[in-house]
């Protein structure tokens, strides 16, 4: 696929910046970027390279290599002007300052509810009033007790949650799950899914405005490449 990647001559004074996410989302992007088109500085794939921006085989864009949650932000705060996060990340960030336009269909997982074997369904979840949760994701966490009525307690840990519920700092933790082996390996199980997980292409709502043709240039591409897989 070619399409075309207008670029005006004001825009051609600034290179757009694409936020990518470091980790296992950046495994499953690679084939994607392939199809695009995007070919990063060769030091790109060198995980002990300390650069953190790089160019690429088109003048116009750079790439910046950041932690997921950070993409998020980057893209927010129109540092950067397109990215790839997981649906997870934006659900937690809540901002309308990113537009999500491509499901790319990869970083497949959901958000889920767990507790120890021991204690599921012991009581009964719905006379809950208050719940000690443990998780990365405080908002996620409030928002879909406090939709059941329940006020969260939240316990914010950044990884290793489910420690939390064998050690007594919480009953249930809130955390991403595919294949459930980390939640077997732990003696916990999943109680109830949130949500649905997949990593999103993103836009900054105000370059949209201000750099429309380059940006629904990548948008197409990318829409272009997810078609031709
Ligand atoms: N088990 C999983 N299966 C599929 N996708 C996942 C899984 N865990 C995480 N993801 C996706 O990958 C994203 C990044 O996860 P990853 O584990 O690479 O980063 P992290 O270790 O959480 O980040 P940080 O370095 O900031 O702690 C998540 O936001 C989610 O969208
Ligand atoms: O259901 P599973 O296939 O076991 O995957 C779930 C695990 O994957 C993620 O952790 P990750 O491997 O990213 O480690 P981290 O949270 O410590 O970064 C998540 O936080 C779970 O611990």
Redesign the pocket.
């Known amino acids: 696929m070619d399409l075309p990647l207008p670029l005006s001559e004001a825009d051609a004074a600034t290179s757009l910046v694409m936020a990518l996410?470091?980790?296992?989302?950046?495994s499953e992007l690679k084939p994607v970027l392939a199809r695009v088109g995007i070919v990063p500085a060769a030091d790109f794939e060198d995980e002990d390279s300390r650069r953190l921006r790089f160019e690429t085989n088109h003048a116009g864009l750079d790439v910046v290599r950041v932690?997921?949650?950070?993409v998020a932000t980057f893209v927010a705060h129109g540092a950067a002007h397109i990215g790839v996060?997981?649906?997870?990340?934006l659900m937690e960030y809540e901002t309308d300052q990113i537009y999500a336009p491509l499901d790319l269909g990869i970083?497949?997982?959901r958000i889920s509810v767990a507790e120890q074997v021991a204690t599921a369904g012991q009581d009964d979840a719905s006379r809950w009033s208050r719940i000690a949760v443990a998780t990365?994701y405080p908002n996620i966490a409030r928002r879909h007790f406090s939709a059941r009525g329940i006020q969260a307690e939240v316990v914010h840990l950044?990884?290793a949650m489910e420690l939390a519920p064998s050690l007594g700092i919480s009953r249930v933790i809130v955390d991403?799950?595919?294949?459930g082996s980390?939640l077997k390996a732990n003696g916990l199980v999943e109680t109830e899914v949130i949500a649905g997980?997949?990593?999103r292409l993103i836009v900054n709502r105000t370059a949209l405005k201000t750099r429309p043709e380059e940006i629904a240039g990548w948008i197409a591409r990318f829409r272009a490449a997810l078609a031709a897989a």
Do not use: Y
């Not at 996410?21 to 950046?26: A, E, H, V």
């Not at 932690?67 to 950070?70: A, I, K, L, M, T």
């Open positions: 996410p470091k980790g296992r989302i950046l932690r997921p949650f950070d996060c997981g649906a997870d990340v970083g497949r997982c990365k950044n990884g991403l799950v595919q294949t980390t997980v997949t990593s």
